[in-house]
T-cell receptor, first 115, second 116 residues
Framework: KAGVTQTPRYLIKTRGQQVTLSCSPISGHRSVSWYQQTPGQGLQFLFEYFSETQRNKGNFPGRFSGRQFSNSRSEMNVSTLELGDSALYLC??????????????FGDGTRLSIL | DQQVKQNSPSLSVQEGRISILNCDYTNSMFDYFLWYKKYPAEGPTFLISISSIKDKNEDGRFTVFLNKSAKHLSLHIVPSQPGDSAVYFCAAIDSGVIQGAQKLVFGQGTRLTINP
Protein backbone atom coordinates (compact mmCIF):
# COMPACT_ATOMS: atom_id res chain seq x y z
CA LYS A 1 0.00 0.00 0.00
CA ALA A 2 1.55 3.30 -1.07
CA GLY A 3 2.13 5.89 1.60
CA VAL A 4 1.37 9.59 1.59
CA THR A 5 3.01 11.17 -1.45
CA GLN A 6 4.09 14.78 -1.50
CA THR A 7 5.39 16.66 -4.52
CA PRO A 8 7.73 18.24 -5.15
CA ARG A 9 10.30 17.12 -2.55
CA TYR A 10 12.33 20.31 -2.84
CA LEU A 11 11.46 23.79 -4.03
CA ILE A 12 13.35 27.07 -4.20
CA LYS A 13 11.43 30.31 -4.56
CA THR A 14 12.12 34.02 -4.09
CA ARG A 15 10.33 36.50 -1.87
CA GLY A 16 6.99 37.69 -3.22
CA GLN A 17 6.35 34.61 -5.34
CA GLN A 18 3.64 32.09 -4.66
CA VAL A 19 3.89 28.31 -4.42
CA THR A 20 1.58 25.30 -4.59
CA LEU A 21 2.39 22.03 -2.86
CA SER A 22 0.62 18.76 -3.56
CA CYS A 23 -0.34 15.80 -1.39
CA SER A 24 -1.81 12.44 -2.34
CA PRO A 25 -3.12 10.59 0.74
CA ILE A 26 -2.97 6.88 1.36
CA SER A 27 -5.60 5.13 -0.76
CA GLY A 28 -8.90 5.12 1.12
CA HIS A 29 -7.88 7.92 3.47
CA ARG A 30 -10.23 10.84 3.29
CA SER A 31 -8.87 13.24 5.90
CA VAL A 32 -5.79 15.33 5.06
CA SER A 33 -3.89 17.68 7.35
CA TRP A 34 -0.95 19.98 6.70
CA TYR A 35 1.86 20.92 9.09
CA GLN A 36 4.83 23.28 8.93
CA GLN A 37 8.14 22.33 10.54
CA THR A 38 10.77 24.98 11.27
CA PRO A 39 13.79 24.87 13.61
CA GLY A 40 12.37 27.68 15.75
CA GLN A 41 8.68 26.79 15.97
CA GLY A 42 8.78 23.02 15.56
CA LEU A 43 5.84 21.22 13.98
CA GLN A 44 2.78 23.42 13.71
CA PHE A 45 -0.68 22.60 12.42
CA LEU A 46 -1.80 24.48 9.32
CA PHE A 47 -5.18 23.04 8.33
CA GLU A 48 -7.31 19.90 8.07
CA TYR A 49 -9.57 18.88 5.19
CA PHE A 50 -12.30 16.31 4.82
CA SER A 51 -14.86 15.95 2.04
CA GLU A 52 -13.38 18.94 0.26
CA THR A 53 -14.11 21.13 3.29
CA GLN A 54 -11.66 22.81 5.64
CA ARG A 55 -12.59 21.56 9.11
CA ASN A 56 -9.92 23.17 11.19
CA LYS A 57 -7.28 25.87 10.73
CA GLY A 58 -4.14 26.72 12.63
CA ASN A 59 -2.82 30.13 13.56
CA PHE A 60 -1.32 31.15 10.23
CA PRO A 61 -1.93 34.25 8.08
CA GLY A 62 -4.35 34.23 5.19
CA ARG A 63 -1.44 33.87 2.75
CA PHE A 64 -1.62 30.18 3.59
CA SER A 65 -4.55 28.41 1.98
CA GLY A 66 -5.46 24.94 0.88
CA ARG A 67 -8.05 22.83 -0.78
CA GLN A 68 -9.07 19.22 -1.17
CA PHE A 69 -10.38 17.55 -4.28
CA SER A 70 -13.09 14.92 -4.65
CA ASN A 71 -10.44 12.16 -4.83
CA SER A 72 -9.09 13.35 -1.41
CA ARG A 73 -5.89 14.74 -2.93
CA SER A 74 -4.97 18.08 -1.41
CA GLU A 75 -2.97 21.15 -2.30
CA MET A 76 -1.72 23.99 -0.20
CA ASN A 77 -0.83 27.41 -1.52
CA VAL A 78 1.35 30.12 -0.03
CA SER A 79 1.18 33.55 -1.64
CA THR A 80 3.55 36.50 -1.33
CA LEU A 81 6.32 34.31 0.06
CA GLU A 82 8.45 35.62 2.92
CA LEU A 83 11.86 34.45 4.10
CA GLY A 84 10.21 33.02 7.23
CA ASP A 85 8.14 30.64 5.11
CA SER A 86 11.24 28.53 4.53
CA ALA A 87 10.30 25.25 6.14
CA LEU A 88 9.48 21.58 5.70
CA TYR A 89 5.79 21.25 4.83
CA LEU A 90 4.29 17.93 5.86
CA CYS A 91 1.04 16.37 4.79
CA UNK A 92 -0.68 13.69 6.85
CA UNK A 93 -3.68 11.52 6.10
CA UNK A 94 -6.04 9.38 8.12
CA UNK A 95 -9.02 7.24 7.12
CA UNK A 96 -11.66 9.36 8.75
CA UNK A 97 -11.63 12.44 10.95
CA UNK A 98 -12.43 12.05 14.61
CA UNK A 99 -11.17 8.49 14.99
CA UNK A 100 -8.24 9.12 17.28
CA UNK A 101 -7.25 5.46 17.37
CA UNK A 102 -6.48 5.72 13.65
CA UNK A 103 -3.33 7.86 13.67
CA UNK A 104 -2.32 10.28 10.99
CA UNK A 105 0.33 8.99 8.60
CA PHE A 106 2.81 11.50 7.25
CA GLY A 107 4.47 11.97 3.90
CA ASP A 108 8.16 12.83 3.61
CA GLY A 109 7.41 16.50 3.11
CA THR A 110 8.27 19.30 0.72
CA ARG A 111 11.34 21.33 1.66
CA LEU A 112 10.64 24.93 0.65
CA SER A 113 13.50 27.42 0.60
CA ILE A 114 12.91 31.13 0.08
CA LEU A 115 15.78 33.24 -1.25
CA ASP B 1 2.65 29.23 24.24
CA GLN B 2 4.07 25.72 24.19
CA GLN B 3 1.26 23.39 25.22
CA VAL B 4 3.33 20.23 24.73
CA LYS B 5 6.89 20.30 26.01
CA GLN B 6 9.79 17.93 25.61
CA ASN B 7 12.41 19.44 27.86
CA SER B 8 15.30 17.23 26.78
CA PRO B 9 16.54 18.17 23.30
CA SER B 10 18.78 15.09 23.25
CA LEU B 11 19.35 11.78 24.99
CA SER B 12 22.15 9.27 24.64
CA VAL B 13 21.65 5.63 25.72
CA GLN B 14 23.74 2.51 25.45
CA GLU B 15 22.48 -0.30 23.24
CA GLY B 16 20.45 -2.84 25.20
CA ARG B 17 19.55 -0.42 27.99
CA ILE B 18 16.25 1.37 28.56
CA SER B 19 15.51 4.69 26.84
CA ILE B 20 13.04 6.98 28.60
CA LEU B 21 11.69 10.00 26.77
CA ASN B 22 9.55 12.50 28.63
CA CYS B 23 6.78 14.86 27.66
CA ASP B 24 4.69 17.38 29.62
CA TYR B 25 1.50 19.12 28.57
CA THR B 26 -0.48 22.03 29.93
CA ASN B 27 -3.90 21.75 28.28
CA SER B 28 -6.20 19.53 30.34
CA MET B 29 -8.55 19.23 27.33
CA PHE B 30 -6.04 16.97 25.55
CA ASP B 31 -7.45 13.46 25.68
CA TYR B 32 -5.28 11.46 23.31
CA PHE B 33 -1.51 11.31 23.00
CA LEU B 34 0.84 9.91 20.38
CA TRP B 35 4.54 9.36 19.85
CA TYR B 36 6.11 9.70 16.44
CA LYS B 37 9.65 8.86 15.34
CA LYS B 38 11.43 10.85 12.65
CA TYR B 39 14.53 9.98 10.65
CA PRO B 40 16.33 12.70 8.64
CA ALA B 41 14.75 13.46 5.26
CA GLU B 42 11.66 11.41 6.12
CA GLY B 43 8.27 12.27 7.55
CA PRO B 44 7.30 11.33 11.11
CA THR B 45 6.30 7.69 11.59
CA PHE B 46 3.61 6.76 14.10
CA LEU B 47 4.94 4.69 16.99
CA ILE B 48 2.38 4.30 19.76
CA SER B 49 -0.56 6.15 21.29
CA ILE B 50 -2.57 6.30 24.49
CA SER B 51 -6.00 7.50 25.42
CA SER B 52 -6.46 9.60 28.53
CA ILE B 53 -8.69 6.89 30.00
CA LYS B 54 -5.64 4.63 30.27
CA ASP B 55 -2.37 5.01 32.15
CA LYS B 56 -0.29 2.56 30.13
CA ASN B 57 -0.11 1.15 26.63
CA GLU B 58 2.40 -1.40 25.40
CA ASP B 59 3.47 -2.47 21.93
CA GLY B 60 6.49 -4.74 21.75
CA ARG B 61 9.56 -2.88 22.96
CA PHE B 62 7.61 0.37 23.33
CA THR B 63 5.52 1.38 26.33
CA VAL B 64 3.85 4.71 26.92
CA PHE B 65 2.86 5.81 30.42
CA LEU B 66 0.40 8.60 31.14
CA ASN B 67 0.09 10.45 34.44
CA LYS B 68 -2.94 12.71 34.03
CA SER B 69 -2.66 14.40 37.40
CA ALA B 70 0.91 15.46 36.61
CA LYS B 71 0.10 16.12 32.93
CA HIS B 72 3.09 13.98 32.03
CA LEU B 73 3.73 11.12 29.70
CA SER B 74 6.79 9.06 28.95
CA LEU B 75 7.92 6.62 26.29
CA HIS B 76 10.02 3.64 27.35
CA ILE B 77 12.03 1.66 24.82
CA VAL B 78 13.41 -1.65 26.07
CA PRO B 79 15.88 -2.86 24.96
CA SER B 80 17.22 0.07 22.94
CA GLN B 81 18.63 -0.76 19.52
CA PRO B 82 20.86 1.28 17.15
CA GLY B 83 17.93 1.60 14.70
CA ASP B 84 16.02 3.49 17.39
CA SER B 85 18.34 6.47 16.90
CA ALA B 86 16.01 9.21 15.63
CA VAL B 87 14.10 12.29 16.75
CA TYR B 88 11.03 11.43 18.85
CA PHE B 89 8.02 13.73 18.93
CA CYS B 90 5.31 13.69 21.53
CA ALA B 91 1.92 14.90 20.24
CA ALA B 92 -1.51 15.55 21.70
CA ILE B 93 -4.83 15.70 19.93
CA ASP B 94 -6.65 18.96 20.34
CA SER B 95 -10.22 18.39 19.26
CA GLY B 96 -11.01 21.96 20.15
CA VAL B 97 -14.56 23.00 19.64
CA ILE B 98 -14.89 21.14 16.36
CA GLN B 99 -16.35 17.69 16.79
CA GLY B 100 -14.01 15.09 15.38
CA ALA B 101 -11.19 17.46 14.52
CA GLN B 102 -7.76 15.92 14.82
CA LYS B 103 -5.31 18.76 15.12
CA LEU B 104 -2.02 17.41 16.44
CA VAL B 105 -0.07 19.61 18.84
CA PHE B 106 3.59 18.59 18.86
CA GLY B 107 6.44 18.93 21.30
CA GLN B 108 9.82 20.16 20.07
CA GLY B 109 11.26 16.67 19.84
CA THR B 110 14.06 14.73 21.56
CA ARG B 111 16.99 13.40 19.57
CA LEU B 112 17.74 9.87 20.80
CA THR B 113 21.14 8.37 20.07
CA ILE B 114 21.77 4.70 20.81
CA ASN B 115 25.45 3.94 21.29
CA PRO B 116 26.79 0.45 20.47
Amino acid sequence: KAGVTQTPRYLIKTRGQQVTLSCSPISGHRSVSWYQQTPGQGLQFLFEYFSETQRNKGNFPGRFSGRQFSNSRSEMNVSTLELGDSALYLCASSPWPGRKEQPQHFGDGTRLSIL
Amino acid sequence: DQQVKQNSPSLSVQEGRISILNCDYTNSMFDYFLWYKKYPAEGPTFLISISSIKDKNEDGRFTVFLNKSAKHLSLHIVPSQPGDSAVYFCAAIDSGVIQGAQKLVFGQGTRLTINP
